[in-house]
C-alpha cells in the first residue's frame, strides 16, 4: 500500500457511516469532496480540508473514485441515476447496504462499478478491524486497492456485483443467530436469578470452541458428505428437548429453541439420524 496517495476521492452520503468514510480518507491524505443532502453535516470535514461539492454533478465530475453510501439502493438510485454521464470513465463503489439484486442493477450505473458492505461500526473504520467486502468490476478493484484499504482490511469476492451483498446478509445471519443463542440462554438463566454478565464468559468461551466446528462442517458441505465424527444428530436431538422443556417450565420463549428441534426432526426424517449436524443444511437447502 503506498503511503502519499495523490488520488482524488468523492464521498457522497455524510450520515454515520459516510462521514467516517471521508474522516479515513482525510486521515489518509486524500484529495476529498464530499456532497450530501443535507450540506451541513459536511461542515466538520471541511473544517479538515474536505471540498463540498455544490452538487451531485460536481461532487462526481471531482474525483476518478467515487464512493456512495446512503440509506438504501433506492437513494443511490435517485441520486446517481441522473449522472451516469458523469460516472462514464469513473469507477463507483457503492457502500449502502442492499440486496445482490439491486447491487446488480445499480451496476448498471457505470461500467467501473464495485458494490461493498461494510462489516463495522463507524467509529472503527480507518482501522484494520474494519472489513469491508468488494465484488463487481475486478479491474476497477485493483486499480483502487490502496484507497479502499484506507478505509479497514477490503476483501474482494468475484465479479459478481452481488456477491458482496450476499456475503454481507450471510454473515449477518452468524451475528444474529449467535446473538439470539446468547440473549435466549440470558433469559433463561434469568429466571434462575444468574445475571447475564456471569452467563457471558462462558457464552464467549463456548461460542469459540463451537467456531471450531465451522471448518469442519464446511468441508464436509463441499464434499456432500456429513460422517459424525463427534456427535450424532440423535444426540443432537435428545439434548434440544431439554432445552425446549427448560424454557417451557422457566416461562421463557419456547419457539426459538423448538425451531431448533424441528430442524434436527426434519433432517431425520430425511435420512440424516447418524450423521453430524452439518447435514441440517440440507434441510436449509430445501432437499431434507
Ligand atoms: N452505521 C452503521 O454502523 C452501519 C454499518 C454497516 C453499514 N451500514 C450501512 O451504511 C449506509 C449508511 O448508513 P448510516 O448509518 O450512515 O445512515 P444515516 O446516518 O441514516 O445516513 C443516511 C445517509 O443517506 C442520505 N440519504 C438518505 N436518503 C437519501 C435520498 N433519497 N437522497 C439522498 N441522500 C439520502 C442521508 O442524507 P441526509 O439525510 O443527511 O440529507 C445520509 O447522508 C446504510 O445503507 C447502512 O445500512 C451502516
Redesign the pocket.
Known sequence: MTNTPDESVTVI??????QALAAAFLTAGHPTTVW???PG?AAGLVERGAVLAPSVADAVRASSLVVV????A??VR??LGPHRAELAGRTLVN????TSGEARELAALTASYVDG??????EVIGSPEAFLLFSGSQEAFDRHRDSLGRLGTATFFGTDPGLASLYDVALLGVMWGTLNAFLHGAALLGEAKVEASAFAPFASQWVGSVTGFITAYAAQIDRGAYPAEDATLETHLATMKYLVRESAAAGVDTEWPARIQALTERAIEGGHAGTSYASLVEVFRGRA
Open positions: 452520503g455524510l450520515g454515520l457511516m459516510g450530501n443532502r443535507t453535516k453510501c446512503l440509506t438504501d433506492g437513494a435517485d441520486t457502500l449502502t447496504s442492499g458492505a461494510i462489516m463495522a461500526v463507524p
